[in-house]
C-alpha cells in the first residue's frame, strides 16, 4: 500500500507540475501550451514504436528528439509573448516534420504531420493575427511541397516496413489534429 500511495503522490505532484507548465492567462496560448506539452510528451515513445513495426532500422527516429527542445520552450516563450509562444509550437512542428520526412522519406506517411501544423496555423490565431497565420499557413503549403523533394531518406525500407510505418503516422496525426481541433474550439470559446 505504501508504493501505492507513493506512486500516486508522485502521480499528482507531476500533473500538478504539468499544469502550471502549460498554464497561460490568454486561453489559446493555453491550448497551444498543452498541445506542445503533448508532442514533447510523447516524442521520447516515438522511436520504441517505430522500432516495434521495423526493428533495427528505426534509428532514424531518434532524429526526431532534435525538434524537443521547441516543444518544451513553446510554454516558456508563451510566457512573455502568447503570439511568440504559439508560432514557436508550430515552428517546431513543421521542422519536426520536415526532419522526419528527410529520415523516413515520403512513402512512410510522415509529410501528414504538417495536418496538425495547418490546424495551429489556421486555429491558434485570432483574427487581429489574421496575417501571422495567413503566412505560417503558406509557409506549411511550401513545407507539404517539399517533402516529396528532401532526397533519399536515411534508411531503405521494405515495402511492409513502409506500410507499418504509414499506419503509424498516420493513426498519430489523425489523433493529433483531433486534439487541435477541440482544444483551439474551446479556446476560442473561452
Aim: aromatic share 14%.
Amino acid at each position: 500500500m505504501a508504493a501505492l500511495a507513493g506512486a500516486r503522490t508522485i502521480f499528482a505532484r507531476s500533473r500538478a507540475w504539468g499544469a502550471a507548465y502549460v498554464a497561460n492567462r490568454d486561453p489559446l496560448a493555453a491550448a497551444s501550451n498543452a498541445g506542445a506539452f503533448l508532442v514533447w510528451g510523447s516524442q521520447p515513445l516515438y522511436p520504441v514504436y517505430v522500432w516495434a513495426v521495423v526493428g533495427r532500422d528505426a534509428w532514424p527516429a531518434l532524429l526526431t528528439w532534435l525538434s524537443t527542445p521547441l516543444f518544451v520552450a513553446a510554454p516558456l516563450v508563451a510566457r512573455q509573448t502568447s503570439l511568440g509562444g504559439r508560432t514557436l509550437f508550430w515552428a517546431a512542428g513543421v521542422a519536426n516534420t520536415l526532419l522526419s520526412a528527410k529520415a523516413f522519406g515520403p512513402g512512410t506517411s510522415v509529410g501528414w504531420f504538417l495536418l496538425p501544423c495547418f490546424v495551429i496555423a489556421l486555429g491558434f490565431f485570432r483574427l487581429s493575427e489574421a496575417w501571422v497565420a495567413a503566412g505560417l499557413v503558406v509557409m506549411t503549403g511550401a513545407a507539404a511541397l517539399a517533402v516529396p523533394h528532401l532526397g533519399a531518406p536515411l534508411v531503405a525500407y521494405a515495402a511492409p516496413q513502409m506500410t507499418s510505418l504509414s499506419r503509424l503516422n498516420l493513426w498519430s496525426v489523425g489523433v493529433l489534429t483531433l486534439y487541435l481541433v477541440w482544444s483551439a474550439w474551446r479556446a476560442h470559446r473561452a
